[in-house]
């Protein structure tokens, strides 16, 4: 594994921020949400989104440049920017992004709601009987629950979990026990939910609601009795959540990282969050209380957390605000009743997701499960959800008495607790639990069964480039292939023993595998098509992806296009190549899809001569990717599948015309309007896969 550990080396000119390049992907989600061709309710869920990712965004990334900008690190990205040169720039951006998001919210979408008959009411609008109601709510099913703490030497500033709903309190007067602090914090316990729905017969609309947030403040009195309240002012505060583990000090992962999981809830502060009526005493204090300076405040016209908002979507019975519904489509070797086993045999499989369905997948845990003739499974597990399915059926082959083999992923960032609780349950059933590689998340998809036939043993196998988690499949677009290719099973069958034993790295016949062969393999293939360009020949590289930083590749990306390889990208998130700078990158295009689905198949493309070489991966084109992180990349070898996956995966994405954003030199993003047929990749593709 050689790479240059120096990206130093090469000129800050080529390579654009990696922050500033994400909350530009932000902007394109945001895009959605105002997009009028948006089914309403979709647009409300986009502005979600946002949110969700902005927190993220907060608490990983910010939260990092605080920790260097602290320490007074001097270590840079490609691009060369400090610490602080890039806190300053995202900071000003994001609180642009975020006065738009509110303005797109409070100006259009709730008054778009509102002519729908779904209302959000403001305290100022309540009516009587709603009102009465209301208050009947608060007394019993908010006040019970609810722990007011007065602030003063025996009750310092309470520890106020990473992204809870928070409300200061201004007060004047005296308490029983004579004191008067002038203020308090109440927390709103996370059991009560932030948006309660009133009885139609109060509001005469299909779909009333108020915030708890509006609740709180209206009766937040009643907590400080003979007291006079003199302000109330919701704030959330966004802390770091990044999980730190010394591997030089680990004896058992699994023990540690309990012990870590509770005190992300409490890191060093990043964000604070305020509602716009708060005062700027009570901003002040808070920021304080948080070790926060001014540029860390967020105010905010609305609700300090829209994340909470993504529920309304769903509680709302509107077809004709969202999506249309579809049934996902089924290859047509697996119509009707179908033995999976036999239907790999006769030839190898390939879904496409959420066109197509996950249940096969499924399916074929389930009868690798109940066969007789089965006799091992291994499964990697990243990401497969609480009350997974899979699981289920993997937890009752072991309860059966097949070897079962679990590699889970425990540093899965924001699903540890759901992977500690699976790993328990797997071990307590009998299966064998490992947890990879410390210092290597596992990253790979990969589904291994071993059953026992006339010929001796076969193995088949799942590989994907999403999660094993069937909720997530109906919204993130994903390639799987199942196959009972000899080589290509013994390369799994090589990852795996890699993963639970020790030993060298064999060579893999087919698979491409990180953190060995996965990058010297790509940058082997980016120089041939270099040669044959440089030959006079046809050379091309296509690539999609969620993310491209890695700067090896962008400088040999950039090598290839000088000597005329045509390069398109597909790039969904954050993008550090610049393209189309004259000598530089003149033959690449980079562009950003952004749609109803989550694009997140990763599709390596090379003409290499004719041959086509294609590989599907579950690794971005970043460092930690390539040198931190066990991943596969797997080639489609069925030539009927492979156009598949370049008709599909491809060729589509390139043609759209309507939910495709071009990126230029400077990492702007732009939509250009197209006076062609109009090509959206995602209505497409669920037209031609998708059931009606």
């Known amino acids: 594994m050689t790479h240059l550990s120096n990206s130093h080396e090469f000129p800050p000119e080529h390579f654009l921020n990696r922050e500033i390049s994400l909350l530009a992907f932000n902007r394109r989600v945001l895009a959605q949400a105002a997009d009028e061709r948006v089914p309403l309710l979709e647009r409300l869920r986009f502005l979600c989104i946002v949110s969700s ?24 990205g490609p691009d060369r920017r400090t610490a602080l040169e890039v806190f300053r720039h995202v900071t000003r951006e994001a609180h642009e992004l975020i006065r738009e998001q509110y303005a797109l919210l409070n100006e259009t979408i709730l008054p778009a709601l509102r002519r729908e008959g779904i209302y959000f009411y403001k305290r100022s609008e309540w ?51 004579g004191r008067n602090s002038g203020a308090a914090i109440v927390q709103a316990p996370r059991a009560l939910p932030r948006v309660i729905q009133l009885p139609k017969e109060l509001t005469g609309v299909d779909y009333g609601f108020v915030f708890l947030s509006s609740i709180l403040h209206r009766h937040v009195g009643e907590l400080f ?20 583990v010394d591997e030089e000090e680990v004896k058992n992962l699994r023990t540690a990282l309990q012990g870590e999981l509770p005190q992300r809830h409490f890191g060093d502060g990043v964000r604070l969050e305020v509602a716009d009526n708060c005062s700027e005493a009570m901003s002040d204090f808070l920021l304080q209380q948080f070790g926060l300076t001014r540029d860390d405040l967020y105010r ?59 249940t096969p997948v499924i399916e074929f845990l389930k009868q690798a499960a109940d066969d007789p003739q089965v006799v091992a499974i291994k499964m990697t597990v990243y990401r497969t959800g609480t009350d ?13 008495g097949k070897e079962v083999t679990a590699v889970v992923e425990l540093m899965a960032r924001f699903d540890e607790e759901a992977n500690l609780s699976i790993a328990a349950r797997l071990e307590e059933a009998g299966a064998h639990v490992v947890y990879g590689v410390f210092g290597y998340k596992t990253h790979a998809k990969m589904l291994l069964v071993l059953r026992r036939e006339e010929q001796g043993y076969r193995r088949y196998v799942h590989l994907g480039t999403g999660n094993y988690h069937p909720r997530t499949t109906r919204f993130y677009t994903d390639f799987g292939l199942m196959t009972c290719n000899e080589e290509i099973a013994d390369d799994v069958n090589e990852v795996f023993k890699q993963l639970t034993g020790l030993g060298k790295a064999s060579a893999l016949k087919h698979l491409w595998q990180a953190p060995f062969t ?76 952004i749609g109803r689905f989550l694009e997140h198949h990763r599709i390596y493309y090379f003409y ?31 030539p009927r599948l492979k156009r598949r996956v370049i008709k599909e995966g491809l060729k589509a994405y390139l043609a759209d015309n309507c939910q495709a954003w071009d990126m230029d030199s400077d990492g702007n993003y732009r939509i250009k309007p197209s006076r062609r047929v109009r090509t959206c990749a995602q209505e497409l593709l669920l037209g031609e896969l998708a059931e009606e």
């Open 127 to 177: 009516t009587e009987a709603q009102q009465a109601w209301i208050h009947e709510f608060f007394r019993r099913e908010v006040m019970p629950v609810l722990t007011p703490i007065g602030l003063d030497p025996a009750h310092p500033f309470p520890r106020v979990l990473n992204k809870s709903l928070n409300f200061a309190v201004e007060l004047e007067g005296k308490d029983a026990f």
């Open 53 to 76: 990712n902005l927190d993220e965004f907060f608490e990983i990334r910010v939260a990092g440049m605080k920790e260097q900008i602290k320490l007074k690190s001097n270590a840079t």
């Open 300 to 358: 905010v016209p609305g609700i300090v957390n829209l994340v909470r908002l993504i529920s309304v979507p769903d509680r709302v019975d509107r077809p004709d605000l969202k999506y249309p519904v579809y049934q996902p489509g089924l290859p047509k070797q697996l119509s009707g009743r179908y033995d999976m086993f036999e239907s790999i045999r006769k030839g190898d499989i390939l879904l496409h997701h959420p066109y197509q369905s996950f």
């Open 225 to 244: 009795a003979g007291m006079h309240v003199l302000g109330c002012y919701q704030f959330r505060v966004t802390r770091n959540s990044d999980l730190f």
């Open 608 to 638: 290499a001569g004719g041959e086509e070489k294609l590989y599907l991966a579950s690794a971005d084109w970043m460092e930690r990717n390539f040198f931190r992180r066990i991943e596969v990349a797997f080639p489609v070898l069925d």
């Open 518 to 593: 996965l990058h010297a393999n790509l940058l082997e293939a980016i120089h041939a098509e270099t040669e044959a360009a440089r030959a006079g020949q046809k050379a091309h590289i296509i690539a999609k992806m969620n993310a491209l930083i890695e700067p090896e590749i962008i400088e040999a990306l950039y090598a290839a296009s000088q000597a005329g390889v045509t390069i398109e990208l597909i790039v969904r998130g954050v993008c550090c190549l610049r393209p189309g700078v004259p000598g530089l990158s003149d033959n690449i295009r980079v562009r950003s899809v």
């Open 388 to 400: 997974s399915v899979l699981m289920e059926h993997l937890l009752r082959a072991a309860q059966k």
